[in-house]
């Protein structure tokens, strides 16, 4: 494939898609967009962004999926920020696209550093083991569409497809925005 995201995937697990909607740049809008949300609290902007992500998936391949799942928050750190970004881009995804949502459908099981100013190999040390699948995520027909907000190392978004993947089902992946680092 000519997608370097699918590339940089595929040569580790069998994903069977990788998008992201806008690249994250260093002053960027989706930046700024992704930092209202996450630090500022502006959950409408997340859904609002989920709903464009949605509709960019509505008439593609990734329209066939059987589930849209979001990438959890541990739940010390949820009842802290009160939200998760990643569920509420999901929720918008669900909204256009009408894929069944399953909020639940991972769940965070070791409450881990934030992967912020880790290194590369760090990253993949800290997600490793910190995802389970969920009991609402059996039964799921067609393939998982896991959702994140922000695609940079592909760590953490490797660790919930390895657990979506060990639990029988295919996995496409697909973010708001994407790192160029």
Partial sequence: TDNPLERMFRARIPVEGVTALLFFNRGGVARQLLHR?????????????????????????????????????????????????????????????GIPFHPEGLQRVVATQTQTRKTREARWDNVATAFAAGATIAGCTGPVLLIDDVLTTGATLEACARVLLDAGLGVMLATLACSNR
């Fill in 37 to 97: 949300v996450k630090y500022y609290g502006d959950t409408y902007t997340a859904v609002a962004l989920g709903r464009l992500l949605g509709a960019s998936l509505r008439n593609s391949h990734y329209a066939h999926c059987g589930a849209v799942v979001p990438v959890p928050l541990h739940p010390s750190k949820l009842r802290i920020r009160g939200f998760n970004q990643s569920s509420l881009i999901a929720q918008g995804v669900y909204e256009e696209t």
